[in-house]
Every structure is written in structure tokens, then in C-alpha cells.
């Protein structure tokens, strides 16, 4: 049978993986939403809603989170592919 078919109406599942790697980040650091958000100068539901993976972040905000945890988009995007592929876990 294969995969399900990505919809346009979801989230493409690299998405949701990505979404996950942000907030794996954050919290490595101990950082609260509102913290986080703060310092990326976003609200704190936004973020959340990033984290959950219901709205994609714009390039504007990867850009800030590229300097604010200190790790390139290109490197988590790579994890993003690997985990989808089923090369890590």
C-alpha cells in the first residue's frame, strides 16, 4: 500500500519534525516558552504553535532562532530529513 499521501491541507511530516527539534532545543537550554519567546520578540502562543507544528515559522524568525540557540536551520532541517528517512531516531 505504502505511505498516506502528504495532503496540502496538513503539515508535511518534516515539518512536525522540525517543529520537534525546535522545542528539543529549547528546552536542552531550560528555557519557558515565554522566555524563548521573549527573546525571539514573538508571542509566547505563537512559539507554541510553531513547537506544535500548526503554523511553519517565516525566515525572519528561523533567522532569529538560528542566533538565539545558536545552531544553523540548514543542521536541524538535515536532522529533520534523517529522522523522516528513518536514519536516526
Known sequence: ???KPWSRNELHPRC???AGLIR???LKRGWSLEE???CLKITRHR???IENARIDPPANLL???EDLFAVRM???WL???RQEAGLIP
Do not use: H
Request: hydrophobic share 55%; proline share 0%.
Open 79 to 81: 536532522r529533520a530529513f
Open 63 to 65: 533567522c532569529r532562532m
Open 16 to 18: 512536525v519534525i522540525l
Open 1 to 3: 500500500m505504502g505511505a
Open 47 to 49: 512559539l507554541a504553535r
Open 24 to 26: 528539543a532545543e529549547r
Open 74 to 76: 540548514s543542521e536541524l
Open 36 to 38: 524563548t519567546a521573549e
